[in-house]
């Protein structure tokens, strides 16, 4: 992407109104400003680096994450934040006011999932937690959840050291319970629009399955939304010697199923992006024995309002169709629940970015392509009436990057998120991300 070039500061906004000459000074200024707050990551480093290593061996699932809420609490108190504990559960917001100016929100997640690490790290996770049904599981920050709240940590402690070279609020928000897709709205839903000034522009980033020290970033859709359907087909039992006498949910099941994958195939346009997922499809106790029901559990995920309308009503419209033709008992249910939002980026703000990351990492600046992972991030910018920009930080080595490339095995070689082995090499991926939140930062805060 040709990024428009901007300074890495405040000033960028105004630059283009200067003359050449007052234009290199502006720039030069701003950098100076950014410059001054990096100055401390030499410092940072040491103490962020071991914080990230406590959080990945200590991993929390959603809604648990209290010891990394204290953790965070306490690593904002010793900043000089405001500090708001206890935000939708877990969630934590530290405010920093340094008079009058813009207000900016910077955002990392802490929750982990529940999978068993497979990483051989030294500082591997091997805790294991109660779930919400009552199971006990293993639990992994297998996402990079670890590393955003570090960074975060990281960029918060700098931005307060640098405070005389910045004007406004900065506002760090801690979410809880990303996984479940719940936590942004949990923070929302209990007042925090009423604990923080109004942000004029918010921030969020994720390590992604790309080389260590890389930055993208992209206006418009970049995350997909996210829709799971858990839909409970009825037939009728019995034994599975007289089949006549039956309504056999598994044979309706298998035809949904099928018949579900024709509506990327052909209802959804070429130019369009959809995948549709059964993820889970559950009947019967035993071989000779036709069930009463079947479930399916399927995840749908879209690029925009009406392919996302369009796609949910396909499926209950071929589900209840295919239950008509076996002749069901009862008519299907349905059930969406862990429904993500759409995560589009604004043009404007993200131009704005895009060249201050452009200006700040270089070559090692990319533009982003659309993921179809998904977020609850923009729920807080949109609750708030927000503009926001959301980019991904390489966090694989880039020799081992590099190398399956060249091989041609980068999906095979190279772990991606929620996968047991997945874990950001450490640095330059720490320093990057924390860099990238202090610039984008910087580039409203900026005197």
């Not at 790290?121 to 109660?130: C, G, I, K, N, P």
Request: a negative charge; proline letters at 5%; aromatic letters at 6%.
């Amino acid at each position: 992407m040709t990024a428009p070039v901007h300074a890495a500061g405040g000033s960028g906004a105004r630059i283009f109104d200067l003359s050449e000459e007052q234009r290199g000074a502006a720039r030069d200024h701003a950098m100076g400003d950014l410059a001054a707050v990096l100055a401390g990551l030499e410092e940072v480093r040491p103490w962020q680096e071991d914080f990230y290593r406590d959080l990945h061996r200590n991993p929390e699932l959603s809604h648990q994450e209290r010891r990394t809420a204290a953790k965070v609490a306490d690593r904002l108190a010793q900043s000089g934040f405001e500090v708001h504990s206890g935000v939708g559960g877990t969630g934590v917001v530290g405010v920093l006011r340094r008079g009058s100016g813009p207000t900016v929100l910077l955002r990392g997640d802490m929750d982990a999932l529940p999978v068993r690490e497979a990483t051989g790290l030294d500082y591997a996770s091997e805790v294991r937690a109660t779930d919400p049904d009552g199971r006990e599981v293993p639990v992994a920050h297998a996402c990079g959840h670890d590393m955003h709240t570090a960074c975060l940590a990281g960029a918060a402690h700098l931005l307060a050291a640098g405070a005389d070279q910045w004007r406004g609020t900065l506002v760090a928000l801690f979410q809880p319970a990303e996984e479940t897709g719940d936590g942004a709205r949990g923070m929302i839903d209990d007042g925090l629009a009423g604990l923080i000034p109004r942000p004029d522009v918010a921030f969020a980033q994720h390590v992604l399955p790309a080389p260590a020290g890389q930055v993208g970033i992209r206006a418009g859709a970049v995350l997909s939304a996210a829709d799971s359907m858990r839909i409970v087909v009825h037939g009728r039992g019995g034994h599975g010697s007289m089949p006549q006498a039956t309504v056999d949910p598994v044979v309706l099941a298998a035809a949904i199923v099928v018949r579900l994958q024709t509506i990327v195939s052909r209802e959804v346009a070429p130019t369009e992006t959809a995948v549709l997922t059964v993820g889970r499809l559950h009947a019967g106790t035993k071989s000779n024995i036709i069930a009463d029901e079947a479930e399916l559990q399927l995840n749908v995920r879209t690029y925009s309002e009406a392919t996302r309308r369009a796609v949910l009503d396909a499926v209950r419209r071929i589900v209840t169709a295919e239950c008509e033709a076996s002749r069901c008992p009862r008519e299907p249910t349905f059930e969406l629940f862990d429904r993500f939002p759409l995560t589009s980026n604004d043009s404007e703000v993200t131009g704005r970015l895009a060249g201050a990351f452009s200006s700040f990492f270089g070559d090692d600046y990319r533009e982003m392509s659309m993921q179809t992972a998904s977020e609850d991030f923009s729920d807080v910018p949109a609750a708030l009436g927000t503009p926001y920009s959301y980019w991904g930080v390489g966090c694989i080595d880039r020799d081992a990057y590099e190398a399956a490339a060249a091989a041609g095995r980068v999906s095979e070689d190279i772990p991606v998120n929620h996968s047991p082995n997945f874990a950001p090499v450490i640095q330059p991926t720490c320093d990057t991300g924390t860099r990238a939140l202090v610039v984008a930062a910087m580039e409203w805060l900026g005197a």
